[in-house]
């Protein structure tokens, strides 16, 4: 399995945030950093992913902005 | 200073590729994992980050695709 | 703080409007122009902001799609 | 001829910068602001711009980022 | 009418889900393909669409991730 | 294998277009239809895809654009 995106991290799911339409993923990384992933519900459904699973966070790198503080 | 996105991490700048137009800068982030970024030589100049600089890595959380393998 | 996007713009947030997960935040620029971001509602409680406050609008250019009508 | 996207400016070509496969257009908006869209060569020639011409400028409002400052 | 993107396709409304904020259109394309857009609700009420309507479906080439299996 | 995206298409590869830094892939979809993907040089050798070959194409729903002409 091979995806055209430079951004590929493993995380695990640490909760699952559901609205009426969307809902928010949050995921644990190495090094105990977090992010979050927004889709629909009917994508969850699809993933069927609850807390504790892995899954494979793919970022296209076109969508990773930089600041320098 | 805040930003409105879920995902926030600080990286560290290991590589700048420059095409044409855009360019591709890699990214070292906590625990050996890699990151990369693609925005136009206008935007890293202005950025003014070469090899070594420590940045913020913002990703809106939509942004985020999960896969479940 | 420098940013690595073409599209930096400061507005003044007119609105909030939130759902259940996400929310919309309405902005004017000058020029009597108006913009609008969506962001989920945890990022609007990191950004902190209200009606009448001034932000910087970031977007990366290839997010800008033109149209010729 | 209506868009789903809560942002819609109207702008004007100021510049064209080529790469080898993509493309860079400048645009002035109301009130001396400037914006840029990134598409590819291959886009550049279906829309048919050109300095000078009038274009509308669409964002998804999901793209766009706030920052306080 | 010319748009600045790469993927362009024909579609017919084959349902609208409303969430509190953001709603989602299903679509059908050629050979019982079916896709999906989400959207504020704002920007439906602006395009004034309704099942069985056809629409263009607009897709920046940088938005599409391919998979190889 | 699950795809947090509600679109989801199997393509071909029609060609490929290399820039400096970025590549333009087009396929043909079902009906006659064609799509195409950018990304980076990088990403295309990871992919390891050429014309002929079949591939997903994962678009997310938040990054179609609706148009009613």
Redesign the interface.
């Known amino acids: ?7 590929q ?1 493993i ?1 695990k799911v640490t909760g699952v ?9 949050s ?1 644990s ?5 977090s ?6 519900i ?3 459904e ?4 609850k807390k504790g ?1 892995k ?15």
Chains 1, 2, 3, 4, 5, 6 share one sequence.
């Open positions: 399995m091979k995806y055209g995106a430079r951004n991290l995380g945030k559901k609205g009426s339409l969307m809902c928010q993923v995921l990384i190495p090094a105990n950093s992010m979050a992933s927004v889709m629909t009917d994508s969850l699809d993933l069927g992913i699973d899954v494979r966070v793919v970022v296209k790198a076109i969508n990773v902005l930089l600041v320098k503080e």
